[in-house]
Every structure is written in C-alpha cells, then in structure tokens.
C-alpha cells in the first residue's frame, strides 16, 4: 500500500491530545461496517483493515486510520493491514499500543 495525503505533522502526532483523531470509528465493529462496498478484488480483508484501525472511505480502496487520520490505498497482494499502516504511520499511537478507545470486536 501507499500513503495518501501524508502530512508533515509531526508536532501534532506527538501531541496525544488530538487522539483518536475519529472519535467515532474507535469502535471496529462501526469501522468494519465502512466496508460495504469494499472491491471485492482488493488483495486485503475488511476484517484485518478494521483490526488494524482503519475504515473504508468509499473511494478507490482507500482506507483511514481513526486514531491517526492518516490514510492508505494502493493495496498490492501480500500487503499486510497492520504492517502497512505500521510501516508509513509508525508514529499512530494505536500503532503503538497507546490506549486511544479502541473498542474491538466483541467475539
Ligand atoms: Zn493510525
């Protein structure tokens, strides 16, 4: 995947403050339920893009972070959701482990 739209934020990531930065879709269950039109030919799941923090923009396959805001797209086959989100946002603080509301899925 590919970053979208990255901003050179860095004094606000280190700000906790603005975290999660989607208050709404701290809950995956509302962040799975983005997915409805996600292309069924997109190489990664619904499941593991929740999982890692991100929701479906409805566009493309473009997906956003509810903690950081930032965004991805360009999912190529062995891309992995939480590596790729990981890998051009290491600075998210859901990525790292912060307590910033997640709910997860209740299984
Ligand atoms: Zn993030």
Redesign the pocket.
């Known amino acids: 995947a590919e970053a979208r739209e990255f901003q050179l934020r860095t004094g606000e990531v280190l700000d906790q403050t603005i975290y999660p ?1 989607k208050p709404y879709m701290k809950s995956e269950e509302a962040r799975l339920n983005t997915f409805g039109n996600w292309p069924a030919s997109a190489p990664v799941q619904p499941e593991d893009l929740a999982a ?3 929701y479906y923009l409805g566009t493309e396959d473009i997906v956003e ?6 965004k991805l797209a360009g999912w190529e086959p062995g891309d992995d959701a939480w590596g790729e ?1 990981a890998k051009h ?1 290491p600075n ?4 790292l482990g912060h307590d910033v509301g997640n709910v997860p899925l209740q299984t």
């Open positions: 930065s890692a923090g991100m972070c509810f903690c950081c805001g930032q989100h946002y998210c603080f859901f990525i």
